[in-house]
C-alpha cells in the first residue's frame, strides 16, 4: 500500500514517525472532555494475514513524542519534546485474531497540544508463532524499541480535540524465515484512518476445500485478505480509487476475478457472495 512502512529497531532507526497533529478549540469553546491545551490520541491495531495459524506480539508499552513548541502559548524557552506514555494493557497479542475488520484499543491517552513526532513501541521477549499446530519462537533482530513513521499519514479528528489512528501489522512481511523453521520478526506496518480509506467486503463458499486467499489490488495498491471460518472477508484501509479482487482458489476450483470495484473514502463496498466452482 503507498502508506506501507517497515518498523525497525531502534538502534537501527529506519524508520521515522512525523504528522502535523494540532488541536484548537472552536470559537474558544473547546471540548469540556479533553482539558484545555491537551488533546486525546487512540491508536488501534488490526492485521493484515499471514499463513500461520497464530502470531503472537509481546507488547510492553507504547509513548509518543509531543513538540510542545508547536502549540501555541507554550515558551520557546522550555524543553519542547516531551515522551508521553499512553495507556495500554501490556500483554501478547495474537495478530491473526485482529483481521477481516476487526481491530483492538492498543493504546490511548490525553496528551499535551501539540506535533506528535515519534511513536515508540516497547516489545518483550514472549514473540511466538504457530504454524501446523506447531509453536516457533519469534525472534527480535536488535532492540526491542521499534519506531513507527507516520509522516504521511493524516489522523482522524472523530471529535474535538479527539484524534485516532490504525497501525494494520502485515504479517506475511513483517515474519521472516531466515532457515528452515527459524523466523524473525521485521514488522511492516500500514497506516489508515477509517474516515479517509474505504473498504471492501463480502463472503467466499466453499472455504474449507477451496481454501481462497483474497487479493485487492490496483496499479498502486495491493491488499490480502484471508476469509474467516464462515468466509467472511474485509480488506481495510483502502485509498480512493478502482481496485479488482480476485480470489485465489485452491484444490481444483477456478480463480475468480471481479474488476471495476470503486471505493469510496469512509465507504464499505459489499460484494456479497462470491461462489467458487470447480
Request: include cysteine; hydrophobic fraction near 40%; aromatic fraction near 10%.
Amino acid at each position: 500500500m503507498k502508506n506501507t512502512v517497515k518498523i525497525l529497531s531502534f538502534s537501527v532507526v529506519v524508520l521515522f514517525l512525523s504528522i502535523f497533529f494540532y488541536s484548537c478549540s472552536k470559537d474558544g469553546a473547546g471540548d469540556a472532555s479533553v482539558p484545555s491545551g491537551s488533546q486525546n490520541v487512540s491508536l488501534y491495531m488490526t492485521d493484515a494475514p499471514g499463513a500461520f495459524d497464530k502470531v503472537l506480539i509481546d507488547i510492553k508499552s507504547v509513548q509518543v513524542l509531543v513538540d510542545t513548541c508547536n502549540s501555541t502559548g507554550r515558551p520557546h524557552h522550555e524543553p519542547c519534546n516531551i515522551w508521553e506514555t499512553l495507556n495500554v494493557t501490556p500483554g501478547v497479542y495474537d495478530l491473526l485474531t485482529l483481521r477481516n475488520g476487526s481491530d483492538t484499543l492498543l493504546a490511548g491517552a490525553t496528551i499535551p497540544n501539540g506535533l506528535v513526532s515519534f511513536i515508540k513501541i516497547e516489545l518483550g521477549t514472549d514473540n511466538s508463532l504457530v504454524k501446523d499446530s506447531v509453536s516457533y519462537p519469534l525472534q527480535l533482530r536488535d532492540s526491542s524499541i521499534v519506531l513507527v513513521d507516520v509522516s504521511k499519514s493524516r489522523w482522524d479528528e472523530f471529535e474535538p480535540r479527539r484524534f485516532r489512528l490504525w497501525l494494520d501489522f502485515d504479517v506475511s512481511k513483517s515474519v521472516v524465515n531466515v532457515s528452515g523453521n527459524q523466523f524473525y520478526l521485521d514488522p511492516v506496518i500500514r497506516i489508515f484512518t477509517l474516515a479517509t480509506t474505504g473498504s471492501i467486503s463480502g463472503d467466499v463458499s466453499p472455504v474449507y476445500n477451496a481454501f481462497p486467499v483474497i487479493s485487492v489490488y490496483n496499479s498502486s495498491d495491493t491488499a490480502y485478505a484471508l476469509p474467516a471460518y464462515n468466509g467472511n472477508f474485509q480488506v481495510r484501509g483502502l485509498a480512493p480509487g478502482t481496485y479488482s479482487v480476485f480470489v485465489n482458489a485452491s484444490n481444483g476450483y477456478a480463480d475468480t476475478t471481479i474488476s471495476n470495484v470503486a471505493v469510496t473514502a469512509g465507504g464499505n463496498i459489499k460484494l456479497g457472495n462470491i461462489r467458487l466452482h470447480k
